[in-house]
């Protein structure tokens, strides 16, 4: 049948590749068909400015390279995240260790809720606006779970005295979100994944997010589910916050300011409330938003 100039399909790799497919939400039903198809794709990236990368798709194989270093050496000074700002103190993420349990995160939790009123706020630009980039998408796209899903929100919220519970929605809404949808490694050695033979030099992408999305490792990916990963229920790991010799050293931090939030907004009264549309980031690294549009109904 002829084709019609301008209605040439784009490929499910040419898509992936391309930042305008982001602003309308990552693109899983793509992500998922290549998962299955081709796991380990090649993506031109031409079109983001980049010189092109392997893409691993499956959550075996993602996270097969996190955990070899010496297969896949990570680019050095690359952390997928700017530097953090003063709210989310210093860099030391692991020198906290065991004691980070003494560092209070009340006051940036309540703060920023405290923000947020009965007339529309914007959570993305103005009410966590000074936060470092990666944290605010993740508060964000914590919140945008409990917007997404009233009836998780309201379950949520009856049982918030349950600690497993809501530890387990924490590490639900990381998995769900994935705000660093994708890491780089290069090459070291020749390897096979796959299927597909790659070379010393080449570039890979590991897509964090298609990992986390993986249905062989996580039923009813698309769904939040905030029990998914309580103690006993025998969930893989999320790799939102990576794995390996380079996971992120502000893992603890990261989960803790979440969890302040969502419990923050788990106790006061009320609810929260979308207030208009969401802008998507157009990135093909982060998922987040520019404007996520929130209000505070008594
Ligand atoms: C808020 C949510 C955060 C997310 C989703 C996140 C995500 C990640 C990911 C996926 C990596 C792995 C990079 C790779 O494998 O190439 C990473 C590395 C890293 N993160 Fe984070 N991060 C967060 C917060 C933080 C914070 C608060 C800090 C500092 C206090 C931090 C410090 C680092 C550092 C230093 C690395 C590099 C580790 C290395 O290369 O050995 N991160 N992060």
């Not at 939400?25 to 299955?36: F, I, K, Q």
């Amino acid at each position: 049948m002829p084709r019609r100039r301008g209605t040439h399909p784009v490929s499910d790799a040419d898509a992936l590749a391309c930042p305008d497919t982001y602003a309308r939400g990552v693109p899983y039903d793509r992500l998922e068909r290549l998962r299955a198809r081709t796991p380990v794709v090649w993506l031109d990236e031409r079109i983001a400015g980049g010189p092109g990368s392997w893409a691993v798709l499956r959550y075996a194989d993602v996270r097969h390279a996190l955990a070899h270093p010496e297969l896949f050496a990570a680019e050095s000074g690359t952390a997928p995240h700017g530097t953090p700002g003063p709210t989310a103190g210093p860099p030391a993420g692991p020198a906290t260790g065991p004691a980070t349990g003494m560092i209070d995160m009340e006051p940036p939790a309540g703060a920023l809720l405290a923000r947020i009123t009965a007339d529309p706020a914007d959570f993305a630009a103005e009410v966590a606006a000074e936060l470092p980039g990666t944290l605010r998408n993740t508060l964000a796209g914590g919140l945008y779970a409990l917007l997404r899903d009233p009836e998780q929100y309201a379950r949520l919220r009856a049982s918030r005295a349950d600690d497993d519970l809501v530890d387990s929605a924490v590490e639900e809404m990381l998995r769900w979100w994935t705000p660093v949808m994708c890491v780089r490694r290069t090459v070291l050695r020749p390897t096979i994944m796959g299927g597909v033979p790659l070379l010393a030099g080449e570039r890979v992408s590991l897509w964090l997010t298609a990992a986390d999305h993986d249905d062989t490792v996580f039923p009813e990916p698309e769904r939040f589910v905030p029990d998914r990963f309580r103690v006993g229920a025998g969930a893989r790991p999320q790799l939102a916050l990576g794995y390996g010799t380079h996971a992120c050293l502000g893992a603890m931090l990261a989960r803790l300011h979440l969890r302040a939030l969502v419990t923050a907004v788990l106790e006061r009264p009320g609810r929260l409330a979308s207030a208009g549309d969401p802008v998507r980031l157009r990135s093909t690294v982060r998922q987040g938003f520019e404007r996520l549009p929130v209000r505070w109904i008594a």
